[in-house]
């Protein structure tokens, strides 16, 4: 399983970026795939949730719903994460995931800053 972010950035307070999650090395289109965040000192947290089939059901984590839209292609085998409105409080490193039980597997993470 080898997961690869990228996206990361310096942005601006009400900024928006793109992040992009290429998978490989499981049939990423028969697993759910998350997106989590780290900042500086705190625990990581589950940022949005989509499943495997689209459309199908999403969730957010209650600080980005309406700000942050998850989505995928199954036929490139990529996750993104599309952020709008981004905050100070916000800059973390974020990770993209999958469950593979009994495993979850993360990848290196992207570093997104935003600057007040």
């Known amino acids: 399983v080898q997961l690869v972010e990228s996206g990361g950035a310096l942005v601006q307070a009400g900024g928006s970026l793109r992040l992009s999650c290429a998978a490989s090395?499981?049939?990423?289109?028969?697993?759910?795939m998350s997106w989590y965040r780290q900042g500086p000192g705190k625990e990581r947290e589950l940022v949005a949730t989509i499943a495997a089939v689209v459309p199908g059901q999403i969730r957010y984590g209650n600080s980005v719903r309406g700000r942050f839209t998850i989505s995928r292609d199954n036929a490139r085998n990529m996750l993104f994460l599309q952020m709008n409105s981004l905050k100070p409080e916000e800059e973390a490193d974020y990770y993209c995931s999958v469950r593979i039980p009994p495993a979850r597997f993360w990848g290196q993470g992207t570093q997104v800053t935003v600057h007040a």
């Open positions: 090395g499981f049939s990423f289109r028969t697993y759910t």
